[in-house]
Nanobody, 130 residues
Framework: QPQLVESGGGLVQAGGSLRLSCAAS????????IAWFRQAPGKEREFVAAISWTDTNTYYADSVKGRFTVSRANAKNTVYTVYLQMNSLKPEDTAVYYCAARPPRGIGIRERSPDIYDYWGQGTQVTVSS
């Protein structure tokens, strides 16, 4: 059974940094896109960033470009780990952050809809205080 587990969330002051991790297991994700989404209270889930496991191509939402970096580690023991390094955090970055995975299916990395992602983690809370 495929499983995605996020970790690394917490409370940080504005201007600070956090690194989130997403450990994906239970199937081969070597051809997948793995993305980060976030959802603040009362708002829709929004795309943050994505990475192609195959060629490490990345794509970012404009709101985080230049502040966040998505990367991946080499797969180890069938666990595929993706990171989201978040710098210069702002109070508006406060949300539950989710990682998600999907095969390409002919749809490029720039597609932001959460509906096309097959597997999701449970989320990790990030709170940025002013």
């Amino acid at each position: 059974q495929p499983q995605l587990v996020e970790s690394g969330g917490g409370l940080v002051q504005a201007g600070g940094s956090l690194r989130l991790s997403c450990a994906a297991s239970g199937r081969t994700f070597s051809t997948y896109y793995i993305a980060w989404f976030r959802q603040a209270p009362g708002k829709e889930r929004e795309f943050v960033a994505a990475i192609s496991w195959t060629d490490t191509n990345t794509y970012y939402a404009d709101s985080v470009k230049g502040r966040f970096t998505v990367s991946r580690a080499n797969a180890k023991n069938t666990v595929y780990t993706v990171y989201l390094q978040m710098n210069s955090l702002k109070p508006e970055d406060t949300a539950v952050y989710y990682c998600a995975a999907r095969p390409p299916r002919g749809i490029g990395i720039r597609e932001r809809s959460p509906d096309i992602y097959d597997y999701w983690g449970q989320g990790t809370q990030v709170t940025v205080s002013s």
